[in-house]
């Protein structure tokens, strides 16, 4: 299967499943909020972003433009989601979702190893590209970041310099409550969705 495929096949199973949801329950608890009965605002990594519940289309409010598809699967996922949400205040790594170890080097390629090898030690660069996103500053490393992916959900960016010996490095932590929201993979686009955003 191809990935536009893929995209496609998990779109119709994610529309087939919110088509029967009343999506106005899960307002509070997942933070987003109804513009009226058929369209959905949820902000989403720096951007408003509206939902068709009719055709269940997304859009960036300010654009109009429709999100790209690996976007678009993640808002879908998330409002899959009718369980009771909240943090645990427990941050775990990629490493700890399930295959996560598996999927290791694979995840780093596509996020986490693009960015320290592109950023290397220029950590104004990095800081400006934060301002893509909403976020604020937390610790430990050189640059951490706090950083709001969709509805209630934030991860920890960690961001460290090279030096002689080593090279800059980057990790992404998240709250373990996200295995509630979305699987291995999903959580592996987010994580390239936040590192294209910071370059």
């Not at 693009?114 to 660069?125: E, F, L, V």
């Amino acid at each position: 299967m191809s990935k536009i495929d893929g995209f496609n096949e998990a779109t119709r199973i994610a529309v087939a499943k919110l088509a029967a949801a009343d999506l106005s329950a899960r307002a509070g608890n997942l933070g987003f909020s109804l513009i009226d009965k058929d369209t959905i605002l949820i902000r989403v990594l720096g951007s408003d972003c509206t939902v068709d519940l009719k055709n269940f289309e997304v859009k960036n409010r300010k654009t109009g433009q429709t999100v790209r598809p690996d976007l678009k699967i993640i808002i879908l996922h998330y409002l899959m989601c009718n369980n009771k949400f909240s943090e645990t205040g427990k941050f775990i790594t990629f490493r700890d979702l399930p295959g996560g170890q598996f999927y290791l080097e694979p995840y780093k390629s596509r996020s986490v190893n693009i960015i320290a090898s592109q950023i290397g030690n220029d950590i104004p660069r990095l800081k400006k590209n934060l301002g893509r996103l909403d976020w604020k500053e937390k610790i430990p490393g050189d640059v951490g970041a706090d950083i709001h992916v969709i509805g209630k959900i934030h991860v920890n960016l960690i961001y460290y310099k090279g030096d002689d010996e080593l090279p800059a490095v980057a990790d992404i932590l998240y709250d373990s409550s996200i295995k509630n929201v979305f699987s291995t993979e999903d959580v592996t686009v987010i994580a390239s969705l936040i590192c294209s955003a910071l370059l």
